[in-house]
T-cell receptor
Framework: DAGVTQSPTHLIKTRGQHVTLRCSPI?????VSWYQQVLGQGPQFIFQYYEKEERGRGNFPDRFSARQFPNYSSELNVNALLLGDSALYLC??????????FGPGTRLTVT | AQTVTQSQPEMSVQEAETVTLSCTYD???????LFWYKQPPSRQMILVIRQEAYKQQNATENRFSVNFQKAAKSFSLKISDSQLGDTAMYFCAFMTNLFGNEKLTFGTGTRLTIIP
């Protein structure tokens, strides 16, 4: 079975631009969560979606938004990029066991 | 607010030895879940083991086991017969799942190096 997939693997953006990151959960998983991991730190929770509804939001500015589609895949959008948004963005999916399974991440570099 | 503390930024151990990674947490909740995740240089976050707070028995998964002390809010990970493939960052994480929110709160991690 395929695990959580994320695209793209790596991208480079300029300050002020917009970025969209994509995530496909494990088949059968209806919950998707997004995390930001700055170099040298643990991941920080951004959003959780379940059945297309937002279940939780972390302490991130409104420049960050997300959505979940009927097939349970998800997008994370970041507007007006700042240098401080440079990080590894992780997507995780879960079923009903509270165990979250992570994708390989998208490395975002803002210059 | 929940917090997770990992007080050992780095550790190293000889191959085949046993190593214990420490984690403490702070919460006012009674029902919660605790996890250990491994992040090797490939950066893929891998679930190692989980513990439900209502269970008194410590979780084990092959060479990995935990020492869960609920009153002390301590959740350490023991790796037995360590292998070179165990070299990675290890993160302790906490979840309450209040109102269906499966937010994981992570510690700052412990970098573990297994020496051949």
């Amino acid at each position: 079975d395929a695990g959580v997939t994320q695209s793209p693997t790596h991208l480079i953006k300029t300050r002020g631009q917009h970025v969209t990151l994509r995530c496909s959960p494990i088949s059968g998983h209806k919950s998707v969560s997004w995390y930001q991991q700055v170099l040298g730190q643990g991941p920080q929770f951004i959003f959780q979606y379940y059945e297309k509804e937002e279940r939780g939001r972390g302490n991130f500015p409104d420049r960050f938004s997300a959505r979940q589609f009927p097939n349970y895949s998800s997008e994370l959008n970041v507007n007006a990029l700042l240098l401080g948004d440079s990080a590894l963005y992780l997507c995780a999916s879960s079923s009903t066991s509270y165990e979250q399974y992570f994708g390989p991440g998208t490395r975002l570099t803002v210059t | 607010a929940q917090t997770v503390t990992q007080s050992q930024p780095e550790m190293s151990v000889q191959e085949a030895e046993t190593v214990t990674l420490s984690c403490t947490y702070d919460t006012s909740e009674n029902n919660y879940y605790l996890f250990w995740y491994k992040q090797p240089p490939s950066r893929q976050m891998i679930l190692v083991i989980r513990q439900e707070a209502y269970k008194q028995q410590n979780a084990t998964e092959n060479r990995f086991s935990v020492n869960f002390q609920k009153a002390a809010k301590s959740f350490s990970l023991k790796i037995s017969d360590s292998q070179l493939g165990d070299t990675a960052m290890y993160f302790c994480a906490f979840m309450t799942n209040l109102f269906g929110n499966e937010k994981l709160t992570f510690g700052t991690g412990t970098r573990l190096t297994i020496i051949p």
